[in-house]
């Protein structure tokens, strides 16, 4: 992973707005925050979501996407600044539940918006102008220390968060002729995030989801996918007409317990719609009555079966084994 | 899953010992539980760790291994009474902290020690006579329903929980002639359960792990593991120079982001040492630079990799296949 101090303190110098310095844990942006990161509910309604960590803000940022939020905490925006000098006096603080009747509010007059990138070796940061253009673009909010460390987020190595717009891709008109992952019903968050992720290092382009499968784009899920979501176009709770419609001519390819051909004895170089189902009752009954390839991992007997994302993992790569070996 | 009701039934009447009834959070031998549930300390202390749920507990007693305590709620235990009688009056029940100070304390005579399992087809029932007697030479606890419900394990299908000793095989003398898996400092619990069920999956029989590993028998690596636990042999804490003369002449297997050559490439068949290394911090550099097989896993271009445990899926899998291939 990169260090992101660079392309942030050249985001910091570039900002467009001044930062939001928040002292209180009654802010009402703050309360905002922490209902993105806790409640479901709250995402779907805001059409929102939090990227946590710099690994995945920088993934979403080569993807040339819009930031809205960039939450730091106080001693991260400092080091941003030349060497560890207090936050811009020209930050707005906010402190308390209505902050334009806190007297401690303090509004100063924007930064010169747009101002030019500093000079330096853009080119040897991580990341590029664009990156750095977008980072500036957002709304940043400065958390005091506290208050950052007391959110519900995973421990990194650079903690921040950035509040992104949550992708919605419309449904394709008609079928695809390249693969599709459906993810039906898998219900824990890890194994979603993890499929995703191997989804998108196999060259997967479109996952399709059915109600019941967690949120893709919870944080939760965020975090085990690891930037795979922003090279997918995910479509979640998918009704089974359109699953049906999305899946077109391409053969449904799933693994069963019983009476399925081995994986390694299949053709799988033809594109194929992916399913992989829930973890304790499989795929569907009525898209397991309609797979073309029904598959059996050959495993050891008398070990049941295989974790979802891992056999997700070796369906995926045996498929990509296979035209790899047929190109060459 | 199977149902677990006719064995523990068959177990109850033929248990050995009395059920011990708890009705008190602050009863010695619920604390005990609790901290096996919720402290590695005390699980390396005591040398017991907790199987959660019955299909653990039925992978566990068909691999023949005692049970040391056998923990059920009040509401499962009338259950396997004929249709639902409430709880037999010969057990004990144990109140307080103190229980032989408790006036509420009663013991009763033992149940008739071995007495025979009951009549009835015992072999359309999962299981078998031996996995009965196993289950019946536990102790078994008996809890108020609200005292197991605030237990912190997972929900399940048949809550119960089964303490066992954890298993410590000795280290071989020598190094085997059969693959070996290394997992080298691996944090994430459930990662390590899930490559674990993987290993088991493809036919591995021994697992080392370094110091930094995540403990292998604590109950979240258990819950991932489901049940691949039973069928390996797990040394854990395995210092370097021990672990370099357990590998002895095997070659070390291992996925590097540069400069490997590609698993599909590379001949898997003769017997290796597979390493598979920390989340974010890949394989140790010792360990690496001693790798016979640097391998990668193709990718698409763009993105970073693959979990460790679906990069294990991947690699596993692949040198079944091309044994599976060659045998053929």
């Known amino acids: ?82 060497g560890g000098e207090p936050s811009s006096p020209a930050s707005r603080r906010e402190h308390g539940r ?57 421990p990194s190595p650079s903690p921040l968060l950035a509040v992104v717009e949550t992708p919605r891709p419309a449904l394709p008109a008609s079928a695809p002729d390249h693969d599709l992952v459906i993810l039906d019903r898998i219900q824990d968050p890890g194994n979603v995030g993890t499929i995703l992720r191997t989804a998108a290092a196999a060259g997967i382009r479109t996952v399709l989801t059915t109600a019941g499968t967690a949120a893709c784009w919870a944080p939760k899920v965020l975090r085990a996918g690891m930037g795979g979501h922003f090279v997918l176009e995910i479509h979640e709770n998918i009704p089974l007409e359109q699953l ?38 499989g795929i569907d009954p009525e898209l397991q009555a309609r797979l073309g390839c029904r598959l059996t991992i050959p495993q050891d007997p008398g070990v049941e079966s295989l974790n979802v994302a891992a056999s997700a993992a070796v369906c995926l790569f045996e498929q990509r084994r296979q035209r790899l070996a047929s190109a060459s």
């Open 98 to 154: 209505s902050p334009s009747a806190n007297p401690w509010q303090r509004v100063s007059p924007q930064r010169q918006p747009g101002a030019p990138i500093p000079s330096g070796n853009v080119a040897s940061m991580n990341g590029n102008p664009e990156m750095v253009a977008q980072a500036a673009q957002a709304s940043w909010l400065v958390l005091d220390d506290w208050l950052f460390d007391q959110l519900d987020i995973m």
């Open 244 to 281: 049906k419609a999305q899946v077109g001519a391409l053969p449904l390819a799933g693994t069963v317990l019983q009476d399925g051909q081995s994986l390694y004895a299949s053709d799988l170089r033809q594109p194929l719609a992916w399913v992989f189902g829930n973890e304790g009752e």
């Open 1 to 82: 992973m990169s260090d992101p101090t660079p392309l942030l303190a050249h985001a910091r110098q570039a900002l467009r707005h001044s930062p939001v310095e928040i002292e209180s844990a009654a802010n009402p942006r703050l309360r905002h925050l922490r209902e993105l990161l806790e409640s479901g509910r709250e995402r779907r309604r805001s059409g929102q979501t939090v990227l946590e960590g710099w690994h995945l803000l920088e993934s979403w940022l080569a993807g040339g996407q819009p930031v809205l939020q960039l939450v730091l905490p106080r001693r991260t925006f400092q080091q941003l600044g030349q």
